[in-house]
């Protein structure tokens, strides 16, 4: 379908690559084109607008999800544990809820196709009006903003705009500007939507294929114009020391006036991108070594689409340099999300003196409350502060403006109120993420309640086989399981990773990760997200047997490695090295070898199934799982989870472990945080895998001396 007008110029993408590596704010998108768009952040997202300004409005009142949607037109995700662990946890402490990303197609003209939309369909038969195109669209931008003509000139998007209106193509109508149209390339087609004066339909201008990124996650067009000046006068633009291009003075052409460029491709791409040539004075710089500049960073934000889209960049304390890119590099964008499972609130029983996320965050606003009174009154104590202010917990509730927004119990009042006169104290936490996922692994290994079954998650437990006993403590069929994902930021370059201080406590990304928001967190209601029901089988290990194992066979000291793997690498030696570097192996490695079987029995290619890793000095088990879009899969993962079956399907995965295409050189690798590992034996999809198919070893598993799985292979005879 060809896009000859601006209603038409939109690129279709499947909801569930939104807010993904593949496409979220920020990121570069190639389209169907062949040009290239960016998503801007979600202030701009008009359905998410709409729900900030309608839970805005009703923060007197009990929040009413059902009502919520009705009224706005959106479908709304509920997650109350999710969103209780990014107030506590993450700062967005107005967070109320999630709102789908809209599912919407385009018609035959590449335009939106609102109606037989069920949540346009409702508006217009509740209230009689009509959702606008801009409920169901992520809003974007072209990016690169240069671009290239038939004739080789080479200007930023503003000044082909400019020309466009000044030659009168098209009667100057911008609306047919879009796609970015060449003036100087006429095709032998005609417009025949409207009578204009000039109907010919003009090419397309072609972007132009390198950027500039920055560590910080900031990102802008190469200074083209700049870049040349600063080429004629053979500025040291490569220097380790970095070099001020966007502040560059430029002297005009010395034909008068600034100069023409044209970008002239080499015959040799291996050699150079080509040419920069002034048609007005003759002069050229070549564009080899353009890879090599360091131009400091100016902090752009192009996502933002505000007038505040810059902002300071420094990278210990000095200017950041930036780093030139191809459009299409991968190291361009990396997202940086969180997924939840969902577990119902009254699944999760709470220990004497342990707080909730919903009341951690209720303590957090008692103990501020107390602090800016202190600052007027030092002398007043904690004990005479509570006393004063909370007799009951309605009264607290009422006092602390909570009654809409949560539901204490007389539990929770009491522990909050232990909690702050000193009476308790909790356990510090210094593994965030792990210790959200210990809950979900405490209610799928809770002895008491085998089996659960809820609207968003359902297991039963199976009769491990006499054959796995020693290896398990429990294996469940996950009937129905929902995934919640959202995407918090993103980086550029590298990969934001967690990392390990002095203390031990792992600390999330910090400055090299920018938010998919404009703001701060806090002031965020309500963030984009998918939410995906699918089933699974959990296995959960024997942690006594596995730490007997490794030590008897001195396997921590066996998986030291040198790193070679980048910040996500040496952020997960850091991790295993802390919990146990043979659990890792083993736990990983499982998991990736039990993917590559299903493929083969139950027909599942690796690609649709994932991988949900429970590890910590408390806990060490797997949820893998197939979520084929928002409803789910047909059941084939579950069955495959009868006693009988799961016997055979280990045994067999274990049995094919022991051989790979590429051994011996697979065998008996050492290199980095992979061992006895590649894509014709452990290896999966990096969609399926939470850790970029880094720290796998088959011999974990299979290896005839130490293997974990070596009985059942019957390898302990040879």
């Not at 550029?492 to 967190?521: H, Q, W, Y």
């Not at 992979?674 to 939470?690: D, I, P």
């Amino acid at each position: 379908m060809d896009i000859r007008k601006e209603n038409q110029y939109n690129q279709s993408m499947g909801k569930y690559k939104i807010l993904s590596t593949a496409a979220g704010v920020g990121s570069i998108i190639t389209t169907k084109w062949g040009g290239f768009i960016m998503p801007l952040s979600i202030n701009n997202w008009k359905f998410v607008e709409v729900v900030s300004n309608k839970i805005n409005e009703i923060q007197s009142q009990t929040l009413n999800i059902q009502k919520i949607q009705e009224e706005c037109g959106v479908e709304l995700i509920e997650d109350p544990r999710f969103v209780d662990f990014l107030n506590v946890k993450k700062g967005f402490t107005q967070l109320k809820c999630f709102v789908a990303i809209p599912h919407i197609q385009l018609n035959s003209f590449n335009q939106i196709q609102r109606k037989g939309n069920p949540l346009y369909e409702s508006i217009k038969a509740r209230f009689g009006t009509e959702l606008g195109e801009d409920m169901f669209y992520i809003p974007a931008i072209n990016f690169p903003q240069w671009f290239i003509s038939a004739n080789s000139e080479i200007k930023p998007l503003n000044e082909w705009r400019k020309e466009w209106q000044i030659r009168k193509c098209n009667d100057g109508k911008m609306t047919y500007f879009v796609p970015p149209r060449d003036p100087n390339k006429k095709t032998y087609r005609k417009i025949k939507a409207e009578v204009l004066h000039d109907d010919v339909e003009y090419g397309l201008l072609k972007p132009v294929p390198l950027i500039l990124i920055c560590p910080n996650g900031h990102i802008s067009d190469i200074p083209w114009y700049k870049f040349f000046c600063a080429s004629l006068k053979h500025e040291k633009m490569d220097d380790d020391a970095g070099f001020e291009l966007f502040g560059y003075d430029c002297e005009d052409c010395s034909c008068g006036g600034k100069h023409n460029i044209k970008w002239l491709n080499s015959r040799n791409q291996a050699e150079s991108w080509g040419t920069l040539k002034c048609s007005k004075c003759g002069y050229s710089v070549s564009l080899a070594g353009i890879m090599n500049i360091k131009p400091y960073c100016r902090g752009e934000r192009p996502w933002v689409n505000k007038d505040n889209a810059y902002e300071r960049c420094l990278s210990t304390g000095q200017k950041t340099k930036m780093q030139v890119a191809m459009v299409t590099s991968n190291s361009i964008y990396y997202a940086s999300g969180f997924s939840s499972l969902y577990i119902p609130k009254d699944f999760i029983p709470l220990k004497p003196g342990q707080l909730n996320d919903q009341a951690r965050m209720v303590l957090s606003k008692v103990t501020e409350k107390y602090n800016t009174m202190v600052t007027r009154r030092p002398e007043m104590t904690q004990e005479e502060f509570w006393k004063k202010k909370y007799n009951d917990c309605d009264e607290f509730i009422e006092d602390a403006n909570l009654n809409w927004q949560c539901s204490l119990t007389d539990f929770d009042y009491e522990n909050i109120k232990n909690m702050f006169l000193g009476l308790i104290v909790e356990d510090e936490d210094n593994d965030p993420v792990a210790t959200y996922r210990l809950t979900e692994f405490e209610v799928l290994t809770d002895i008491h309640e085998p089996n659960r079954k809820s609207k968003g998650l359902e297991f039963n437990e199976i009769i491990i086989p006499n054959s796995l006993q020693p290896y398990f403590k429990t294996i469940k069929q996950v009937n129905t399981v929902s995934l919640t994902n959202t995407q918090l930021g993103f980086g550029r370059v590298n990969m934001p990773t967690s990392k390990l201080d002095d203390s031990g406590k792992i600390v999330a990304p910090g400055d090299e990760m920018k938010p998919i928001f404009d703001g701060i967190p806090s002031d965020i209601y309500v963030l984009p997200a998918n939410q995906i029901y699918g089933e699974g089988l959990f296995f959960a290990f024997d942690m006594a047997t596995i730490e007997r194992w490794a030590e008897e066979n001195d396997l921590n000291d066996h998986y030291k490695c040198q790193l070679d793997n980048g910040a996500l690498g040496e952020f997960l030696y850091q991790e295993i090295s802390l919990y146990g570097r043979a659990k890792f192996y083993l736990l990983h490695t499982f998991s990736h070898v039990l993917m590559k079987e299903l493929e083969f029995t139950c027909g599942y290619p690796t690609a649709s199934l994932s991988e949900r890793l429970y590890y910590s000095d408390k806990m060490c088990g797997v949820l893998i799982y197939t979520a084929d879009g928002a409803e789910g899969s047909m059941g084939g993962l579950v069955w495959q989870g009868q006693p009988r079956l799961i016997s055979n399907i280990i045994e067999s995965a274990m049995k094919r472990a022991v051989n790979c295409s590429s051994d011996p050189l697979c065998w008996e690798n050492e290199d980095s945080l992979n061992r006895a590992s590649c894509f014709g034996c452990t290896m999966v999809s990096e969609t399926s895998c939470e850790y970029q198919n880094m720290g796998l070893d088959r011999r974990a598993l299979v290896d005839e001396e130490y293997g974990f799985f070596k009985n059942i292979v019957g390898l302990d005879s040879i």
